[in-house]
């Protein structure tokens, strides 16, 4: 299997939140590949995070038959968001390649 896109979004509930997160896709313990993704809720819309990012990875990420990739998000900073920090969804594509 060959990952090759990936999209993230950081949300939340409440409209005052704002954090960020790092997303890390480990494969057998190791780790290929890391984003990060956050909110804001500056009032003069400055943010220094992006709340949806979209990666087309050009090589892609292989994983190797039988082996599940793992994703975690972990949450590096967080303030006023529901539930205690802000969520994050994703979406892979890729495609299933033989040797």
């Known amino acids: 299997m060959v990952i090759t896109d990936v999209i993230l979004t950081g949300s939340d509930t409440q409209n005052q939140c704002f954090g960020n ?5 480990n494969v057998g313990g ?7 993704v956050g909110v804001s809720s500056d009032s003069r819309d400055w943010t220094m995070w992006s ?9 892609g990420i292989r994983i ?3 082996v599940v990739p ?12 529901g539930g205690g920090e802000m969520d994050v969804e994703y979406t892979l594509s890729g495609y299933y390649a033989q040797p």
Do not use: K, N
């Open 51 to 59: 709340s949806q990012m979209v990666s087309a990875l050009r090589s």
């Open 70 to 81: 793992e994703i975690q998000a972990q949450s590096l900073y967080e303030s006023s968001c």
């Open 64 to 66: 190797s038959p039988g």
């Open 21 to 25: 997160s790092r997303i890390t896709i």
């Open 30 to 36: 190791d780790t290929f590949a890391s984003f990060a």
